[in-house]
């Protein structure tokens, strides 16, 4: 059904006038999340495309499912580009006008002024009206998929007015065009939406182009140089930014040994040590999580190491802050934890008290525990060469999670002066009969520098007595 609205001007129904320089003052240190925000809504629109013709409900040809991220310093625009499924003039009465901005008004209201207001996790719900963080103006282009639909223009510049027009565009889908304010002209550098692309859009499930790379091909004319070989020559292609099937998406019986570490490469380009091992977390019921984890070979910095697990929302990057999502001596760990059941608009202090997010923390470290003892069950001396590696992730997990320390006591390794290493019970065991003290209380001796305590470690050793 076409559209009898050759134009249209509106007010949004909002309480706060002009509530764009205040979501912008608001946001400021996350400017680049508006980045994210449309790209993601340019993939779920694609996404959805494919949900209907899957279902039966889109019946004409899906073509190629794309997202393009276009940049044009000359006319100081961005532009995302979608092939999906398009919106109505109705539609962008009831997902535009009305409920993407009362989203954005709640939340400005409710975290205006508060303190701690900056803690609040990268994903706002603001969706579409991020755009207003760098742009003075925004144009909505869009082609709905229905048979017969009118393509129409939306367009505001940061007041609660609007337009709606009646546009000529061939193509199904919606183009969403920023004209980048003067405060953010960063954003029409080339760079910097290649850092933000790459940060967030890595992973994202529909392909995503943004320029052109060079790439280095045989030579088409079949010229050879001076050793006889095909020349290589320089050409210009497309610049796909993601990686549509990570591996933590696949099933871990469809993945090898060399698919887990070609992925740990992919996720820390410049990490050149090999991971010690992963576990692959694949869980639907009561929550959705997915990952993949990684045990880094611990330096000494152990700080250095945090902050190396992303989380991921349906394949959006969220943030590298995930020390309320898992238990502390986890953040030691790498990799990446996928989750649409963790709430991502909140403050931290909410997240520690979140149900779901208990449940998640609480699973992955019994995977964890599970992975360490059914390693050193399968294979002890394997376990032993890497305890060097280990024990420091595992006191420290001891000391500090009641429960990962129960499960621990079965793998927990100490190691003896004479090279020998023994869980806990074994060195018990090992040292009853002599080690005691008159309330007949075991005395563990241990050193911690072997030069500077040998003389007190060999008259232990004189009386019979067991150095760790």
Same mark, same amino acid.
């Given at each position: 059904? *076409?559209?009898?609205?050759?134009m249209?001007?509106?007010q949004i129904?909002?309480?706060?006038? &002009?509530?764009?320089?205040i979501?912008?003052?608001?946001?400021?240190?996350?400017?680049?999340?508006?980045?994210?925000?449309?790209?993601? &809504?340019?993939?779920?629109?694609?996404?959805?495309?494919?949900?209907l !013709?899957?279902?039966?409900?889109?019946?004409?040809?899906q073509?190629?499912?794309?997202?393009?991220?276009?940049?044009?310093?000359?006319?100081?625009?961005?532009?995302?580009?979608?092939?999906?499924?398009?919106?109505?003039?109705?539609?962008?009465?009831?997902?535009?006008?009305?409920?993407?901005f009362?989203?954005a008004?709640?939340?400005?209201?409710?975290?205006?002024?508060?303190?701690?207001a900056?803690?609040?996790?990268g994903?706002f719900?603001?969706?579409?009206?991020?755009?207003?963080?760098?742009?003075?103006?925004?144009?909505?282009?869009?082609?709905?998929?229905?048979?017969?639909?009118q393509?129409?223009q939306?367009e505001?510049d940061?007041t609660p007015?609007?337009?709606?027009?009646?546009i000529?565009?061939?193509?199904?889908?919606?183009?969403i065009i920023?004209?980048?304010a003067?405060?953010?002209?960063?954003?029409?550098?080339?760079?910097?939406?290649?850092?933000?692309?790459?940060?967030? !859009?890595?992973?994202?499930?529909?392909?995503?182009?943004?320029?052109?790379?060079?790439?280095?091909i045989?030579? $088409?004319?079949?010229?050879?140089?001076?050793?006889?070989?095909v020349?290589?020559? !320089?050409?210009?292609?497309?610049?796909q930014?993601?990686?549509v099937?990570?591996?933590?998406?696949?099933? $871990?019986?469809?993945l090898?040994?060399?698919?887990?570490?070609?992925?740990?490469?992919?996720?820390?380009?410049m990490s050149f040590?090999?991971?010690?091992?992963?576990?692959?977390?694949?869980?639907?019921?009561?929550? &959705?999580?997915?990952?993949?984890?990684?045990?880094p070979?611990?330096?000494?910095?152990?700080?250095?190491q945090? &902050?190396?697990?992303n989380?991921?929302?349906?394949?959006?990057?969220?943030? %590298?802050s995930?020390e309320?999502i898992?238990p502390e001596?986890?953040?030691?760990?790498?990799?990446?934890?996928d989750?649409?059941?963790i709430?991502?608009?909140v403050?931290?202090?909410?997240?520690?008290? %979140?149900?779901?997010?208990? *449940?998640?923390?609480?699973h992955?470290?019994?995977?964890?525990?599970?992975?360490?003892a059914?390693?050193?069950?399968?294979?002890?001396?394997?376990?032993?060469?890497?305890w060097?590696?280990?024990?420091?992730?595992?006191?420290?997990g001891?000391?500090?999670?009641e429960?990962?320390?129960?499960k621990?006591k079965?793998?927990?390794?100490? *190691?003896?002066?004479d090279g020998?290493?023994?869980?806990?019970?074994?060195?018990?065991?090992?040292?009853?009969?002599?080690?005691?003290?008159?309330?007949d209380k075991?005395?563990?001796?241990?050193?911690?520098?072997h030069e500077?305590?040998?003389?007190?470690i060999?008259?232990?050793?004189e009386?019979?007595y067991?150095?760790?």
């Amino acid at each position: 059904k *076409k559209s009898i609205i050759k134009m249209k001007t509106g007010q949004i129904n909002v309480q706060t006038e &002009n509530i764009f320089p205040i979501i912008k003052r608001f946001l400021y240190s996350d400017h680049e999340i508006f980045l994210r925000e449309l790209v993601s &809504n340019a993939v779920d629109a694609s996404q959805k495309l494919k949900f209907l !013709a899957k279902n039966g409900e889109f019946k004409g040809e899906q073509g190629d499912l794309r997202v393009d991220v276009i940049l044009n310093k000359e006319e100081k625009t961005l532009t995302i580009r979608d092939r999906g499924i398009g919106m109505t003039a109705d539609e962008i009465e009831k997902y535009i006008n009305q409920i993407a901005f009362s989203g954005a008004e709640e939340f400005v209201e409710k975290y205006k002024g508060k303190e701690g207001a900056e803690q609040i996790i990268g994903h706002f719900g603001l969706g579409f009206y991020s755009a207003f963080m760098v742009a003075h103006k925004v144009q909505i282009q869009t082609l709905s998929h229905q048979e017969g639909a009118q393509a129409v223009q939306w367009e505001s510049d940061g007041t609660p007015s609007y337009e709606i027009t009646e546009i000529e565009k061939t193509e199904r889908g919606t183009d969403i065009i920023l004209h980048i304010a003067e405060d953010s002209e960063e954003f029409l550098e080339k760079a910097r939406i290649s850092e933000i692309l790459n940060k967030y !859009a890595k992973f994202l499930p529909t392909p995503v182009f943004f320029g052109t790379k060079t790439e280095y091909i045989d030579d $088409p004319k079949g010229e050879m140089d001076e050793n006889g070989k095909v020349k290589r020559v !320089a050409t210009e292609v497309e610049n796909q930014i993601n990686n549509v099937d990570p591996a933590w998406t696949k099933a $871990p019986v469809d993945l090898k040994a060399e698919d887990y570490s070609a992925f740990y490469r992919e996720l820390y380009p410049m990490s050149f040590d090999e991971p010690l091992f992963h576990i692959h977390l694949n869980v639907d019921y009561p929550f &959705n999580l997915t990952g993949i984890l990684y045990f880094p070979k611990l330096k000494e910095n152990i700080e250095v190491q945090r &902050n190396k697990i992303n989380l991921y929302c349906n394949q959006v990057f969220i943030t %590298d802050s995930v020390e309320q999502i898992v238990p502390e001596f986890l953040t030691l760990l790498h990799g990446v934890i996928d989750s649409p059941d963790i709430p991502l608009n909140v403050s931290r202090s909410y997240l520690q008290a %979140d149900s779901n997010v208990k *449940k998640i923390s609480s699973h992955i470290t019994k995977k964890v525990a599970d992975k360490l003892a059914e390693m050193f069950k399968k294979d002890r001396a394997d376990f032993e060469s890497k305890w060097e590696d280990l024990q420091i992730f595992v006191q420290y997990g001891m000391l500090s999670d009641e429960k990962f320390a129960e499960k621990a006591k079965t793998f927990a390794l100490l *190691k003896s002066e004479d090279g020998k290493y023994y869980t806990i019970e074994e060195y018990k065991t090992k040292i009853e009969a002599l080690q005691k003290d008159k309330d007949d209380k075991l005395v563990v001796l241990y050193n911690n520098a072997h030069e500077d305590q040998f003389t007190y470690i060999k008259k232990a050793k004189e009386r019979g007595y067991d150095v760790v």
